[in-house]
């Protein structure tokens, strides 16, 4: 083995001498390989722990994408749902992903869902998939609404009663207790104004925190209902 590759080394010192002899620049002996990365296309892999879908998601380039990566396209849905086929409410999982990835991206940037078959029906499941995303985002987009309807009742209710509570207090507050003497006396005065704005919080906390995740998560999905989907060929792309 050593013969042979001491032979090969002065087979190619030979080349490199005629080259020279000849004017021509002696050719490399070895060649690099680069892999070269598209600027306008970059793919960020998200890990999803799940056993119904392999999920992956972009987040750059002129339109952002997620893409999902299924082995067929039952994965999507839930099992367990007797609905129609469009009807069908998506895998928990799924729908989790989606959404977050969705709140992630800017609220008023446009959002494309691309979905990969590995195993492809025998009809062309690319209007029943798209139909179903979008009914089950839409439903959802009902649903928030009603909940956002039922917080702020909720938050007038509890305003009401928290007004008349803290009205109460302080009326007792000061016409009763304010004659009266005493270290007791200063300590149910006290008492009594605390309780009455701490009755307030709750309507407090509703108007200044609960409303406005309620109102995003209703916009995410009312996008996620309107927005493009692709469904390829795993193999074809």
Not at 24 to 36: F, G, N
Not at 53 to 65: F, K, L, M
Not at 84 to 95: C, G, N, Q, T, V
Request: include cysteine; hydrophobic fraction near 40%.
């Amino acid at each position: 083995m050593a013969s042979h590759l001491d032979s090969e080394a002065k087979h190619r010192t030979h080349e490199r001498n005629s080259a020279s002899q000849a004017g021509q620049e002696p050719q490399p002996v070895h060649s690099t390989v680069t892999a070269k990365a598209s600027k306008n296309e970059a793919t960020e892999d998200v890990p999803m722990h799940s056993s119904s879908a392999n999920i992956s998601a972009t987040d750059r380039g002129h339109r952002h994408t997620i893409r999902l990566k299924l082995r067929d396209m039952n994965q999507l849905f839930n099992s367990m749902d007797p609905s129609p086929f469009i009807e069908k409410d998506l895998d928990d999982d799924a729908e989790e992903f989606i959404v977050s990835w969705a709140q992630e991206f800017p609220s008023d940037a446009p959002i494309k869902l691309r979905i990969y078959l590995e195993q492809w029906p025998a009809e062309d499941p690319k209007e029943l998939i798209t139909e179903a995303i979008h009914n089950h985002f839409g439903h959802r987009a009902k649903i928030s609404d009603l909940e956002f309807r039922r917080l702020l009742k909720q938050g007038r209710t509890s305003l009401f009663i928290g007004l008349l509570f803290l009205a109460v207090c302080l009326f007792l507050s000061k016409m009763l207790l304010s004659r009266a003497a005493g270290t007791w006396a200063a300590v149910a005065q006290e008492s009594l104004t605390i309780a009455g704005w701490v009755a307030m919080w709750r309507p407090m906390q509703i108007y200044l925190y609960d409303w406005w995740p309620l109102r995003r998560r209703r916009q995410t999905f009312v996008k996620l209902s309107h927005m493009p989907v692709e469904v390829l060929q795993k193999d074809k792309t």
